[in-house]
């Protein structure tokens, strides 16, 4: 996985310039490390992996504290990483200052993943409009390349 700076406090955030950039460059400038990446996915051990008008790639590494009692990975980590892929597919076709956020999202875990399998969720934006965007996407091992959960999402344009 890449290294990214991640932001530790809400100063680390872009402030008024994020209204000139659009969702694409804004998500460009956190790959090249010229703005922080969101607190969540340092903590979550997943980061933006790469991105194009209309998809976006993430990866990670689930550790141990993302495991539930039952000692399999809880589901709010591939909620966590499938949201966060599916808005940035949604968010890489917007305009200037146009902002998306998580209307509603579904998650279909096939198999369970296990601590440190690194996996790449793979997204692809399907309509992005005025005030709504849809997105699905595939969560994968990156080394065995086996389907572990898919997801779908509507966001709603905030700004």
Known sequence: MRDLKFAVT?????GP?????????????TLMGE???PPIAGLMNFRLEAVEPGRATFRGI????AFNPGGTLHGGWYGAILDSAMACAIM???GKGQTYTTL????NIV????????IEVISAASHVGRTTGVAD???????????????STTCMRVG
Do not use: C, H, I, N
Request: aromatic share 10%; proline share 9%.
């Open 10 to 14: 809400p100063d680390d955030l872009p």
């Open 17 to 29: 310039e994020q209204a000139e950039w659009t969702g694409l460059e804004y998500l460009q400038k």
């Open 35 to 37: 703005v922080a990446a």
């Open 62 to 65: 689930p550790k141990f504290a």
């Open 92 to 94: 890489s076709k917007a």
């Open 104 to 107: 509603e999202y579904k998650v």
């Open 111 to 118: 198999r369970p993943v296990p601590e440190g399998m690194e």
């Open 137 to 151: 996407a595939e969560l994968r091992g990156v080394v065995d390349g086996k389907l572990y959960a898919t997801g």
